[in-house]
């Protein structure tokens, strides 16, 4: 079931998702003594990270994961990788080996291959941040692509937005967790929030959880 969370701006969103993330932290730490969370890109999510640094959670204590990635050089500045580096790695102390990037710049294929290992022993997640395009794509699984249910992770080519080659998580894989939360900001995604409300096939709508699946969505892209 999902919960729709309508905020005031993009502002509130990225608020509002930080104070959730610090909760659920906190609660994943005491619980089971690490929190492990899958990031995703783009400019609300990235106001969240930098609220993130500055909050008093355990930071130390967390394992980081990302949903998806562009196949471009590792210091590609339209990476995901590089924009959480910025905005949240670079300022705060996690231990290198919890920071768990994707190698997309072996090529899509190997990849894809390389991180479903990694992921393999980690799952469930805690939590996983996701993102809703124009299109309603989410992470990088985009309207039109079929792609196998069983691996963890896949190669993606000829995306509808450069770069074309890109590896994500499957639609199961980022549905394996004890918590997901969609950050949906701004007028342009007002036609795939109407969509995923009355239930068109959606690629956002193929996601799922373990426990609870909210969507924080502001008032620019909310239609009524």
Not at 3 to 9: H, I, P, R, S
Not at 52 to 73: M, Q, V, Y
Not at 150 to 157: G, T
Not at 169 to 189: H, I
Request: some cysteine; aromatic content about 8%; hydrophobic content about 40%.
């Amino acid at each position: 079931m999902i919960t729709w969370t309508l905020c005031d701006n993009a502002d509130a969103v990225a608020r509002t998702a930080c104070t959730r993330i610090v909760r659920a932290a906190r609660d994943a730490i005491f619980n089971r003594g690490r929190f492990v969370i899958v990031l995703v890109g783009g400019s609300t999510p990235e106001l969240c990270y930098r609220l993130l640094a500055e909050s008093t959670s355990n930071l130390r204590k967390w394992h980081i994961f990302f949903g998806d990635e562009r196949c471009l050089p590792p210091t590609d500045p339209q990476r995901n990788s590089m924009l959480v580096a910025a905005a949240l790695f670079d300022r705060v102390s996690i231990p290198e080996e919890q920071i768990h990037i994707i190698p997309a710049e072996l090529g899509a294929e190997p990849a894809a291959r390389s991180y479903a290992k990694r992921i393999s022993r980690t799952t469930p997640f805690d939590m996983v941040l996701l993102g809703l395009g124009e299109d309603g794509h989410t992470a990088s699984l985009f309207p039109g692509h079929n792609h196998p249910e069983r691996p963890l992770v896949v190669p993606v080519h000829a995306a509808p937005k450069p770069p074309a080659d890109r590896v994500s998580m499957n639609y199961s894989t980022l549905s394996f967790s004890r918590q997901v939360m969609f950050m949906v900001t701004g007028e342009n995604k007002q036609n795939a929030v109407t969509g995923w409300r009355r239930g068109d096939l959606l690629p956002a709508a193929r996601i799922g959880s373990l426990g609870g699946l909210e969507v924080l969505v502001d008032r620019a892209a909310w239609s009524g």
